[in-house]
């Protein structure tokens, strides 16, 4: 299962990783959805295996047993009691062995973060771009403001758009903490991946 699969990069991952296994792809956003069902429906293989589910990670309805979870890149946006639901409902469901993955996102506490842009690409006449920045909202959260720019070939604004979300920053100490708790065993790897496995 891929919880907040996005437009689907992680899905075609644990896919491959998994050949031969159906694979649930659990997205809330309908525009991230259409990208998703897009990247799957020219592959008769991912087309018979991946099903798209709208839903998101505390309402998706979970099979009796998991062989694998990714969940990348979504854990900030639940609550931390919505999280500890969320790692228990996983729990509860993981085969022996099999993996939880997930990462940590900076900051790892409510701190300003200067807004970068995080890509940049031309596509035809215009160049796409992307950035981002936060601000403390709260103890244990920040408020992000997503940037989006469509730049025209003098570098002039053709379309601009802007989303801001809170997003509940938590310590990779403490998430082990909470994983351990639900009987998971993790570690952090590369790139603050964690890689937490059912023990019993």
């Known amino acids: 299962m891929d919880i907040g699969a996005g437009t689907g990069l992680g899905t075609m ?3 491959a990783a998994l050949p031969g296994a159906d694979v649930l792809a659990v997205e809330p ?8 069902l897009a990247r799957i429906v020219d592959d008769a293989d991912l087309r018979a295996r991946v099903t798209v589910v709208a839903a998101d990670a505390l309402s998706v309805e979970l099979p009796d047993r998991l062989s694998a979870v ?18 228990r409902r ?6 022996p062995g099999a993996p939880l993955v997930l990462n940590l996102q900076p900051p790892a506490e409510a701190i300003p973060i200067s807004e970068v842009t995080f890509g940049s690409v031309k596509v035809g006449r215009y160049v796409y771009e992307g950035s981002g920045g936060a601000e403390p909202a709260g103890p244990d959260a920040v408020s992000w403001r997503m940037r ?3 730049l025209g070939a003098n570098g002039s604004a053709v379309r601009e758009s802007a989303v801001d979300y809170r997003w509940n920053v938590v310590a990779a100490a403490d998430l082990l903490a909470e994983l351990a708790d639900v009987g998971l065993a993790g570690d952090v790897g590369q790139a603050d991946v964690i890689r937490a496995v059912r023990l019993a």
């Open 13 to 15: 991952v644990l896919a």
């Open 29 to 36: 956003s309908s525009v991230l959805r259409a990208v998703l």
């Open 70 to 87: 990714l969940a990348m890149n979504m854990i900030g946006h639940l609550t931390p009691s919505e999280r500890r639901e969320f790692l």
């Open 90 to 95: 996983v729990a509860a469901r993981l085969l």
């Open 148 to 150: 989006y720019r469509v």
